[in-house]
């Protein structure tokens, strides 16, 4: 509960800030809020007992409930925030007149995103998803002189308006069926449900097949998926890295929660066939149509729909419990690091060379060799490579789902693996292998303060894939 209070007044006092039209003060101030925010969330997480991970601090009548579980992720989505603003100072350099409603939007946005996975009553995840989505309407159009991102946040509200309605349709229903929002008390009564009324059984089934359209759409699940490249390439680098970590992580996470509390049992079949289709066919669609991109952003869209599509394997193998949790967890913490590496160098590339494309990357092994080996372990992780957090990231996943049979669901992800393999090659061999532009010759501009971030995140990255186990170790997540 302490981190929602420090953002959302850190966020007000940003605000203020802003009036000075001092762009130096801004940067610092919201990296220091975020890393007191990641401090305190680190030093609450319970570390007692391997069990402990439901024990909760509830708040408002239990309508929020800050466990092990919302605390770790919590510090994932922060740190995923903390270390992406560096690669922002294009902004400060510029002295942006908006940067200070940027950050305190961000700010506001981590909000409605810890509020999705500590949540323990529909309304307060309904109450997170819009604060969050709203935020990222407004930041996805905030080149205001850019069509493309005109376009994005107009496709973006749209859609995503479409996809709340048809979620907010779904819970009415499981509140008609169940006549409580409360997790707990909606999984109990659905269980009962066969037996008690069997007339409420269509009811029930409609409105968690609205639900998981609704959240389908916010991770960019196919066939939900369809704004996702659109929007990617239009909103600025950095915010486009923000939907691909911290909306995913906290979309994922919250899905989970509501899986594994409010519909588990045998209201597992009304679910399980439905995610299981989808599951298959984000596969598809993310990692076929990152093949044909020739934009690296739209690339990463794509690839973002893919990794989608494995974290849904951790949900269709949710039984195995904390098997399933800690896959997702990992796989949340080695895909948002690789994937900041791979907007952040994309970011400052397009700050110089103004290209998004694969070309744009041609020659940067010349001229940054630290940019091309930056984003060269950030391709091979997110490949799932091993020596690299992406490649453990995939085996935990494809472990909770063989543990509960689903061996055609892993040999079909091995194969789509495979696939993604060719697509990750591709700025690779731009940076080492193709001479740069006429007009490219020069380094890109990267800041000290950059590279030692870039070299932190490579760190981590190659880190969590030769010692997976000092994370578990370290939060006892198991």
């Given at each position: 509960m302490l981190s929602i209070i420090l953002l959302s007044v850190s966020g007000l006092a940003n605000l203020f800030l802003g009036f000075n039209r001092s762009n130096r003060l801004i940067l610092p101030f919201a990296l220091l809020v975020l890393t007191g925010v990641l401090a305190v969330t680190l030093s609450g997480i319970d570390t007692t007992g391997a069990l402990a991970v439901w024990n909760s601090s509830p708040y408002f009548k239990g309508m929020l409930t800050f466990d092990?579980?919302?605390?770790?992720?919590?510090?994932?989505?922060?740190?995923?925030?903390?270390?992406?603003?560096?690669?922002s100072h294009k902004y400060v350099r510029e002295q942006n007149p908006n940067l200070a409603e940027y950050y305190s939007i961000l700010l506001f946005s981590l909000v409605g995103a810890i509020m999705m996975v500590s949540y323990n009553n529909l309304i307060v995840l309904f109450l997170g998803i819009e604060t969050l989505s709203i935020a990222m309407y407004v930041l996805a159009g905030s080149e205001k002189n850019n069509l493309r991102s005109n376009e994005a946040a107009l496709k973006y509200f749209l859609m995503g308006c479409f996809a709340t309605g048809v979620l907010l349709f779904g819970m009415a229903l499981l509140y008609g069926a169940t006549g409580t929002f409360d997790l707990i008390q909606m999984g109990l009564v659905l269980q009962a449900l066969p037996a008690a009324d069997p007339t409420l059984q269509p009811m029930m089934a409609v409105g968690i097949l609205l639900v998981l359209i609704g959240i389908g759409f916010k991770i960019s699940a196919a066939p939900f998926h369809?704004?996702?490249?659109?929007?990617?390439?239009?909103?600025?680098?950095?915010?486009?890295?923000?939907?691909?970590?911290?909306?995913?992580?906290?979309?994922?996470?919250?899905?989970?929660k509501l899986l594994t509390f409010a519909f588990g049992g045998e209201t597992n079949s009304v679910w399980l066939p439905t995610l299981t289709a989808m599951l298959?066919?984000?596969?598809?669609?993310?990692?076929?149509?990152?093949?044909?991109?020739?934009?690296?952003?739209?690339?990463?869209?794509?690839?973002?729909?893919?990794?989608?599509?494995?974290?849904?394997?951790?949900?269709?193998?949710?039984?195995?419990?904390f098997l399933s949790m800690n896959a997702i967890f990992f796989y949340s913490l080695a895909y948002s690091v690789a994937t900041v590496i791979a907007f952040g160098v994309l970011k400052l590339v397009h700050d110089q060379r103004e290209r998004d494309d694969y070309e744009?990357?041609?020659g940067l092994a010349r001229t940054n060799p630290l940019l091309a080996f930056a984003m060269t372990v950030s391709m091979l992780s997110l490949a799932g490579i091993p020596l690299t957090g992406g490649f453990f990231g995939k085996f935990y996943l494809f472990a909770a789902a063989a543990q509960e049979g689903y061996i055609g669901l892993v040999v079909f992800a091995v194969v789509m693996s495979a696939v993604g393999i060719f697509y990750y090659?591709?700025?690779?061999?731009?940076?080492?292998?193709?001479?740069?532009?006429?007009?490219?010759?020069?380094?890109?501009?990267?800041?000290?303060?950059q590279s030692a971030v870039l070299m932190l995140l490579v760190g981590l990255t190659l880190l969590l894939g030769v010692w997976p186990g000092i994370v578990e170790g370290a939060l006892k997540l198991q």
């Open positions: 092990r579980y919302a605390q770790v992720f919590t510090a994932v989505m922060v740190m995923t925030t903390l270390l992406l603003l560096p690669f369809f704004w996702t490249p659109d929007v990617y390439e239009g909103t600025p680098t950095v915010f486009s890295g923000y939907m691909s970590t911290v909306v995913k992580t906290a979309g994922i996470a919250g899905f989970f298959v066919l984000t596969l598809i669609i993310g990692n076929v149509g990152a093949v044909a991109q020739t934009n690296a952003k739209r690339m990463l869209a794509y690839s973002s729909i893919s990794h989608a599509g494995y974290l849904l394997l951790a949900l269709v193998a949710l039984r195995s419990g744009g990357l041609n090659l591709r700025p690779i061999m731009a940076m080492y292998m193709k001479p740069g532009a006429e007009g490219a010759d020069a380094p890109v501009a990267v800041s000290g303060f």
